[in-house]
């Protein structure tokens, strides 16, 4: 045999094998990770049984193959920012099936990761991963930049060598109360790029089931669902933006792939730019939030991708590195606020006109919707649309004509008129004014902590300081007036410590000094009542129960809680300070410390007054001296009650969640992916109608359970008298409703945080968790609304439980993604 024969077939022979071992490595490899895909699923069944509130999953019918069902897991949105993370994915869209026991030998259920949607990423600065002097240590180039589409996520995948999965973020398929579901759109506009390309919904899946890929797009289609910014008609449907590998780890292919994918099958591109460095990222990024716009058009923002690399020389906060291994993709968001977050306030100010009974004028529009002077100019323009072409907004509820009302707003500001209305509304208020004096008034409730700033401010600069506790005159109101004016006479600034909660108060601190010149400013020092009432009761009960007897009428009351009820009673009257009422305002924190409040008041102080910066030193003797302080009068207390007999019984007991329900519901209603007709009709309809509970609380036991739970009811009674009762955690599970009433099922009842050895109220809080029956835990719930004041509030408890068994004929419901909440339990009257 000739040596070049031989060197022929031994290079054959060895091209062979090369062949053989590869084809063994891939396939050793492909196990390798479908071990891992179906030990993830097995992971997330066991915490999702062992912490329901972290992680859910919803069974759904594959539509292109009723025999397959898909499990969409769904994990809790706010447990993505701890570190280290509860789950064993960061995955936000994940979808699997069940394989066939058979397909094991040993017959354990194995799993296959059918859809796999990014890791969850965050805003610059919005954890602490992702600012920018962390990003430059810890990831590297290319970074390259996606516009942010306005829209709705999709996710393409294969269920087989033949058959495609078309999902939005949690969900697939039609959905009952719903006319066409994301999902069915995201279907819908799929077919139309393939017959475009004159290719098969057969042929993508086969591609995507070689590759093992999840195709990642943007669903933005205005005759379907406005957003914020428009889409044309030629820019309208899937926006590809991203091809994820469809396994447990985050791997996602580089831009020029996803294009060609793009160009094959008729996606729609997404824009990008590719830089080299996080320097040029934010460069970029800076220049292009100056105006909001990018070639020429408004935009969200912009999605960041680039990998994480091993930390570079002077990485010293380990915190602070991204939860990812090396090598792995990572993203964050640059987002911009203008012109896209104004554009929002627009759009949210108009639902709230619509939604107002009687005269637009008296619609409480929020202050944080009314930063800009755009704003309010719009705000004038869109109550003169709506009364004289209501029609305009017949389905702007519904999400349809938001884009054509800006864009007749903004064609109107181009007009004379419109310009006039402009430089009104930019004109610089006038400066006539020169201030001696100075009245700073808080606007406050009990417990916000208005005397310890007002004893630290006069210990700081020797201000004149009144208090209307200490009056003890049958007109006080009179007499507190005639000390301000009295005290401005020896000093340039003077307290008037009082609650100022209503306006009348502070009509009368201006009045009493109107005629003065020169004039006197007025300075509020602002508490804001912006959280919900359980919040703000809890807060400034504690800090009233902590004082003791340490003012002058407004003790604390161990046994019948008696503050507690003052307190409700000035959160419930108190009214929202107006910028007119006052010459400055500063806003005041109700959560922060003595020390941030005075360091706060401080500042304003000296900037507004011109005074002297204060040392650290002062402040902290400062700060000390209003902890210590004790009042020089005290009013008689009233004899308490001794015999038990005598004391007020509840009419219930139950918890008050600190929760907001307005902006809660309002958000899902927005964002949910899929809500039924019925459920946005019925929400809007108790908007408009002032008719969502202002108080919400879940009921544990009423009074007339008894004498049957008379048991549960001493166990309330119990943890109610605690002097600092243990608080509560929970989630709010689906948002349900029927014709009548509308209210949302509350799950996974607990203590909050882990019972302390040395706490009794955690041990009695643990204790009170263990004792609660299943049929009481099914029967919690919160009522948000009814449809008119015949239909009585307990309805909602046989709806609930009517819906929790299953008999839902009737009933809409909407899950609340991620939503938990805490409480304490009280006994109520009212």
């Known amino acids: 045999m000739k040596t070049s024969h031989f060197l022929h077939i031994l290079s054959s022979e060895s091209l062979q094998f090369h062949y053989y071992i590869t084809c063994i490595l891939q396939a050793h490899t492909m196990t390798r990770m479908r071990a891992e895909d179906s030990q993830l699923i097995d992971d997330l069944h066991r915490l999702s049984k062992k912490s329901p509130k972290l992680v859910r999953s919803t069974v759904y019918t594959a539509p292109s193959d009723p025999s397959i069902s898909v499990r969409s897991w769904k994990m809790n949105e706010f447990k993505y920012y701890d570190v280290p993370s509860p789950f064993p994915t960061l995955a936000r869209g994940l979808f699997s099936r069940e394989l066939p026991c058979g397909d094991d030998p040993n017959g354990e259920q194995k799993y296959q990761i059918v859809v796999r949607g990014y890791d969850k990423f965050f805003n610059i600065g919005e954890v602490p991963w992702t600012d920018w002097s962390t990003l430059s240590l810890h990831t590297g180039p290319t970074y390259t930049l996606s516009l942010k589409s306005n829209g709705c996520i999709i996710f393409v995948a294969s269920l087989s060598p033949s058959k495609l999965i078309v999902t939005s973020k949690h969900a697939l398929g039609p959905m009952q109360g719903v006319s066409e579901t994301h999902s069915e759109v995201g279907h819908r506009w799929l077919e139309k790029h393939l017959e475009e390309k004159g290719k098969t919904k057969e042929q993508l899946a086969s591609r995507l089931w070689d590759k093992q890929w999840t195709a990642i797009a943007e669903l933005c289609d205005d ?19 991203g091809i994820n590998e469809t396994s447990k780890e985050f791997h996602t292919m580089p831009t020029e792939t996803v294009d060609a994918f793009a160009e094959e099958w008729g996606f729609i591109k997404t824009p990008v730019i590719t830089l080299n460095s996080i320097s040029e990222v934010k460069s970029v990024t800076d220049d292009i939030a100056k105006t909001g716009k990018w070639n020429g058009e408004a935009l969200e923002g912009f999605v960041v991708r680039t990998h994480i690399i091993d930390p570079k020389q002077g990485s010293t906060t380990r915190n602070a590195r991204p939860p990812y291994p ?41 202050k944080s919707k009314l930063k800009r002077k755009d704003t309010h100019l719009y705000v004038e323009w869109v109550k003169k649309e709506i009364r004289h072409n209501p029609g305009a907004f017949s389905e702007y509820l519904k999400g349809k004509g938001i884009i054509a ?18 430089a009104v509304q930019n004109a610089a208020p006038p400066t006539t004014k020169e201030f001696e004096k100075t009245i700073i008034l808080p606007v406050a409730i009990p417990g916000c902590g208005k005397t310890a700033v007002s004893v630290a401010l006069t210990s700081l600069f020797d201000f004149g300081h009144t208090q209307s506790d200490d009056i003890q005159a049958k007109k006080s109101a009179p007499a507190f007036i005639r000390n301000v004016v009295n005290l401005l006479e020896h000093h340039d600034t003077v307290i008037a410590d009082k609650n100022n909660h209503l306006k009348q108060h502070r009509d009368s601190l201006r009045e009493a000094v109107a005629k003065m010149d020169p004039p006197v400013r007025l300075l509020a020092l602002n508490w804001s009542l912006d959280r919900p009432q359980a919040t703000i009761h809890r807060i400034c009960g504690d800090r009233v129960f902590a004082r003791g007897d340490k003012h002058q009428k407004l003790r604390a009351d161990t046994l019948a809680k008696a503050h507690e009820d003052v307190i409700w009673q000035f959160i419930r009257a108190s009214e929202e300070l107006s910028d007119e009422e006052v010459d400055v305002r500063i806003e005041m924190d109700i959560e922060d410390t003595l020390e941030k409040t005075v360091d706060r008041a401080v500042a304003a102080c000296v900037s507004i007054l011109g005074l002297r910066q204060p040392s650290a030193d002062e402040i902290d003797e400062a700060v000390c001296k209003a902890r210590n302080y004790m009042p020089q009068t005290k009013k008689p207390q009233e004899e308490k009650k001794k015999k038990k007999d005598e004391e007020p019984m509840p009419r219930y007991f139950g918890l008050l969640p600190e929760v907001d329900l307005i902006d809660v519901i309002g958000k899902q209603m927005e964002n949910a992916s899929d809500v039924p007709e019925n459920g946005k009709t019925f929400w809007n309809a108790l908007v408009a109608g002032h008719r969502v509970t202002v108080r919400p609380h879940i009921t544990i036991v009423h009074i007339k359970s008894l004498p049957d739970a008379i048991e549960l009811w001493e166990r309330c009674s119990q943890l ?44 009695e809080g643990c204790e009170f968790v263990s004792k609660l029956s299943e049929e009481n835990r099914n029967a919690l719930h919160i009522t948000v609304g009814t449809s008119d004041p015949e239909v009585l509030p307990f309805e909602a408890k046989a709806l609930v439980e009517v819906w929790r068994f299953g008999k839902r004929s009737g009933i809409g419901s909407l899950e609340l993604e991620g939503l938990t909440a805490r409480g304490r339990i009280k006994g109520l009257f009212n």
Do not use: C
């Not at 005759?223 to 933006?241: M, N, Q, R, T």
């Not at 554009?343 to 637009?360: A, F, H, N």
């Not at 009302?405 to 402009?422: N, P, Q, V």
């Open 223 to 241: 005759s379907f669902e406005e957003h914020i910014l428009p889409y044309s008609a030629e820019k309208s449907g899937l926006h590809l933006h």
């Open 326 to 366: 090396t090598g792995s993709s990572f993203f964050f968001k640059v987002k911009f606020d203008e012109p896209y977050m104004m554009y929002r306030d627009w759009r949210e100010v108009t639902k709230i006109l619509l939604s107002t009974q009687g005269s637009l004028n008296d619609a409480k529009l929020p």
């Open 405 to 422: 009302t800006r864009e007749r707003f903004l064609k109107w500001m181009e007009t004379g008129e419109g310009k006039k209305g402009l």
């Open 720 to 763: 109610h008298k605690m002097a600092l009762p243990p608080s509560f955690t929970f989630t709010l599970g689906h948002l349900v409703w029927n014709e009548r009433i509308m209210a949302i099922a509350v799950d996974d009842f607990e203590l909050d945080g882990s019972p302390d050895n040395h706490s009794s109220a955690d041990q």
